[in-house]
């Protein structure tokens, strides 16, 4: 035992709790006097024995179809249990009855499936399990669906065990309500159920223990709480526990990923037909799960990103295998290509990519840093999560509101190392800077955006500091967190909403309603001081009506047009969009003849690299004429504003040919570009100071957004 421990100590035997415990339960049960022709059954903690002091009692009373049970006979029943205290779950149904709920409740009918015999007539409860049992295969692969959403809320709700510092024992993410659902899974025959009692075994122990410990019935771990379990079960401390929580935790939520995707390869073989439909390069979208072509390249070390951003962009899960099959992909060069950066940034927009690949070891080789953060708790009380996951449910915030900044890939980048540095033993502000700022070259960005992301990192605390201690209506606060930002708006701007992402992931009650009035009126007098950026007209390069470029190194490509009028754009993003590439920035001027010139940076998303620069091609397809319509886009939250200059600015999700349908709706403009940080469209246009501007930011947003 733990040399901590004195003699004074009273050491606790989980085991010894759960015996007495349901031997107290049996003692009471056995001396019920159960009506003739029907029969008592547990479900719950009492039937699968794993009850403690504080447990409630889960009990059906089964009765033949053509029997009566009088409310008098079942409460003579119930009234000696409510008489010794426990606190009682009942019901009252025939055999019929029990299989029904299977059909129309799922958490009831995954409490039913504990279903054991207590007293009576074994016979009746024989047939409700046995009837229950095959109401559920059948309803389970009807309504799968439904049964996994409940679930993702439950997880959603309750957390994930590994990255909670006050973990739920019994609903968080690999917990005990997870075993249940794999032996729900295994009895519909959909998955089998590996060894997990050892996981079962310290799961129940810990939450025995708590409930002794808490005198009440509970199931989040607090920590005063887990430095006397953690003593009673041998542990060296409450950190030592947690990590074998985490561990434990995680074992059952790989075997729940895993049953969950045999079930969902069952349940989809339903289905006749499997459309294989191209997302990009090597990358493919089968039956509502992201996959490899047969006979893809895993020699290119951009293959990775791409299957995660793949899944980023559609929300699909990757299919079972694919991660793995992944792990032999080549490292990235010292420099990422640009489309490998922009994959990047796709897959910080859904940070559940971020966590799915790092289960399987590959988050690690591009945030090398990771690992020193990965399951570890911080030192602040106020934290629910663990170091590694507030991070990714800090990135999912900034993901939210992504198209209210001007570089959402800042943000996003900035958000992701912000706790990064944590656990070196100086200022983690001033490591994650460091640290930061060696991806950001890793990347590609440019110094001024290198500085930006390096001083989101280092200052992420400062407004919230500064918020609390200072008067945010003083010049004095203002003052200094221009100094922090160096006097950029931009960074203001994303150190703001950072600010508040933080907080909110931080735990409950940390952004608060004086919190969020103080950050708002300090940020908001700060960006009053700073001169408002003007966009400059861009240069476009386009000596012939149409021409192809391409950019080996960064594997894009670079269409240079000409046209007579605004609206003859389209065509050639129509052919792009029919060719399956995506723009990734763009530049449209208007020349002094009325004419328009434009540059495009595309990407192949169907095609390798060396199909696409085929510029004959291209040039055919476009002097076709066969390519003239746009395909539909989806519709996603977007803002739009007027800057100074008459400079119109619209930010929205980044799709293919959404920029086609932006220009469709905007009247005749001096100036067009288009950029798409962070996996978010970015547009400014130069208007002329006869439009209105109320109908234009009408006319986009409706287009974009669907109302």
Request: net charge negative; charged share 25%; glycine share 6%.
């Amino acid at each position: 035992m733990s040399a901590e421990k004195t003699q004074s100590s009273v050491i606790l035997d989980p085991q010894e709790i759960r015996a007495e415990a349901y031997s107290s339960a049996r003692t009471l049960i056995d001396s019920l006097e159960i009506p003739a022709n029907a029969a008592l059954a547990a479900t719950g903690s009492l039937a699968r024995r794993e009850m403690t002091s504080y447990s409630d009692l889960d009990m059906v009373l089964i009765h033949a179809p053509d029997e009566h049970i009088a409310d008098e006979a079942a409460s003579a029943l119930w009234y000696p249990i409510w008489d010794a205290k426990y606190h009682l779950d009942y019901a009252v149904r025939t055999p019929e009855e029990c299989a029904a709920v299977a059909e129309t409740d799922v958490a009831a009918a995954l409490s039913q499936l504990d279903l054991t015999f207590l007293g009576g007539n074994k016979q009746l409860v024989d047939e409700a399990r046995a009837k229950l049992y095959a109401t559920w295969r059948v309803s389970l692969q009807k309504n799968f669906d439904k049964f996994i959403d409940s679930s993702i809320d439950r997880w959603r709700w309750a957390g994930a065990i590994a990255s909670m510092t006050r973990p739920e024992i019994k609903n968080g993410r690999g917990g005990l309500r997870d075993l249940q659902l794999l032996r729900a899974l295994a009895l519909g025959n959909l998955c089998d159920v590996p060894d997990l009692s050892v996981q079962r075994d310290l799961l129940l122990d810990v939450r025995v223990l708590l409930h002794e410990h808490s005198r009440r019935h509970r199931d989040v771990l607090e920590p005063e709480f887990a430095a006397e379990i953690a003593e009673d079960l041998d542990f060296k401390d409450r950190y030592e526990l947690s990590a074998a929580l985490a561990e434990a935790a995680n074992t059952i939520s790989t075997a729940v990923e895993r049953g969950l995707s045999t079930a969902r390869g069952l349940v989809s073989r339903r289905s006749l037909h499997r459309v294989r439909k191209p997302l990009d390069v090597d990358v493919v979208d089968e039956g509502g799960y992201i996959t490899l072509v047969r006979h893809a390249n895993l020699e290119d070390p951009g293959l990775t990103l791409r299957v995660a951003a793949a899944a980023a962009r559609t929300g699909n899960p990757v299919k079972n295998g694919v991660w793995q099959l992944l792990t032999s992909v080549p490292p990235l060069p010292s420099r990422w290509p640009r489309t490998t950066v922009d994959d990047f940034f796709t897959v910080l927009t859904r940070p559940q990519v971020i966590i799915d690949m790092d289960k399987h070891g590959l988050w690690q080789r591009y945030v090398p840093e990771w690992n020193h953060i990965r399951g570890v708790l911080p030192r602040e009380r106020n934290h629910s999560h663990t170091i590694d996951f507030h991070s990714v449910e800090t990135v999912a915030r900034c993901a939210e509101v992504r198209t209210t900044v001007g570089r959402p890939d800042l943000l996003l980048l900035g958000a992701l190392f912000h706790d990064i540095g944590k656990g070196y033993g100086r200022p983690h502000e001033q490591v994650g800077a460091e640290m930061v700022a060696r991806m950001g070259q890793k990347m590609g960005l440019n110094l001024p955006d290198r500085m930006r992301v390096q001083t989101l990192v280092a200052e992420h605390t400062t407004l919230s500091k500064f918020a609390a201690r200072m008067d945010p209506a003083s010049d004095t606060a203002r003052n200094a967190i221009l100094d922090a930002v160096h006097y950029d708006p931009l960074t203001l701007t994303m150190l703001t909403v950072l600010t508040e992402a933080d907080a909110k992931s931080t735990g409950p009650g940390v952004w608060s309603h004086r919190k969020a009035y103080a950050v708002h009126e300090l940020s908001q007098r700060a960006l009053e001081m700073l001169d408002t950026f003007v966009p400059a007209r861009p240069r476009v390069y386009a000596p012939a009506d149409i021409g192809l470029q391409t950019n080996w190194e960064d594997k894009q490509l670079t269409i240079s047009w000409r046209g007579s009028y605004q609206r003859e754009v389209v065509r050639p993003l129509a052919v792009v969009a029919a060719l399956g590439w995506a723009v990734t920035s763009a530049a449209m001027v208007r020349e002094d003849d009325g004419s328009y010139a434009a540059e495009f940076t595309v990407r192949a998303l169907h095609e390798r690299l060396e199909r696409a620069a085929d510029e004959a091609r291209f040039v055919q397809a476009y002097k076709s004429g066969v390519y003239s319509v746009l395909p539909a886009i989806e519709n996603y939250p977007s803002t739009a504003n007027w800057q100074v200059g008459g400079v119109f600015e619209v930010r929205t999700v980044d799709q293919l040919a959404g920029l086609g349908h932006v220009i469709g709706k905007l009247p005749d403009v001096k100036w067009l570009t288009m950029t798409s940080p962070g996996a978010t469209m970015v547009v400014q246009a130069a208007m002329f100071e006869t439009v209105s501007r109320a109908a234009v930011a009408r006319n986009v947003t409706e287009a974009l957004s669907g109302g």
